[in-house]
């Protein structure tokens, strides 16, 4: 077994357009998924509108290269749009039924055979990439063991990876992206405000949509093949959603998890008494007194409390 042929194999997938089509993506998520909190399960439609978008309109109506890359921009603003003005008051697991039901219908579209002359039915479109490539301002020859081609599409893919990421990453630390992160904790809280939290998770929606069109079409470009390689990827993308969550550090559905458990697991083998339950939710709920500390570890509104209603564990 040659080791040194995987490893070379591996860092070269590692810095592939493939790899960074999917880091595109991922980011498009974690927009919509970590910071937002959609639980956007149809990122691949997005990514096939994107490619499509950019493919049939310059295979069809022969637009040039940035002409096309707007057309699928639009193209995918319009789809969020589509799905997410009946959809986004959907509860989470709701959601995500509905956003991979839209990337199958897509799916379905593109592959139709009444179609095949504008999307190339199963057998999806070639050939579109010549502008693209036309921009290549390396000459031919060898960069790091690639050709100018090869090593042109890496470098504008991770480019745009890089700054996207910059992008995304100024956008969340402004004031813009601290209402987002609200909503995904709380958006009742965020909705008493009076900020619109509907418009708020639209507009991550289509940011987040535009993000992975853009994955799609450099997905597809460095490919010889047709553009409808995407049809097999809509099972793939819910794989990135771990990547895409960011933790936690609030009031948010995770931390209340984690508190219940906390609390369920010690106290298991003692029997639940209502009295008690409701006890220790109006004393962590009352304002203006502190909390009190019992030596075995309960907590209590104040001192005076435990004495007269004794320790819940004993």
Known sequence: ????????????????PTTAAYALATLGLAVHFGYAG?????????????????AISTLTFGVPFFVGLLIAVVCSAIFALLLGIPTLRLRADYLAIVTIAA??????????????????????????EGDFYAMNPFPPGSYMGMNNRDFFIRVVAWAVVALFCT?????????????????REDENAVRSLGKNVYAYKMQAL????????????????????PAGELRHRTDVLPLHLPAARRPRHGAGTGRRRHDLLGRAVPHSRHPVRPDRIRRHHLAEHRPGRPAALHPCGCRADAADDLQATGCPRQ
């Open 1 to 16: 077994m040659d080791f040194g042929f995987i490893f070379s194999s591996a860092a070269g997938e590692l810095f592939s």
């Open 167 to 183: 992008l995304v990453w100024l956008l969340m630390r402004s004031p813009w992206g601290r209402v987002l992160k609200g909503i």
């Open 38 to 54: 959609l639980l956007n399960f149809g990122q691949a439609g997005f990514m096939a509108v994107g490619a499509y978008g950019f």
């Open 103 to 128: 990337a199958e219908i897509v799916r379905y579209i593109v592959t139709t055979n009444q179609l095949t002359a504008i999307t190339g039915s199963a057998n999806g479109l070639a050939a579109f």
């Open 206 to 225: 289509i940011i987040g949509g535009v993000l992975g069109a853009l994955a799609g079409m450099i997905f597809t470009s460095p490919r010889r093949g």
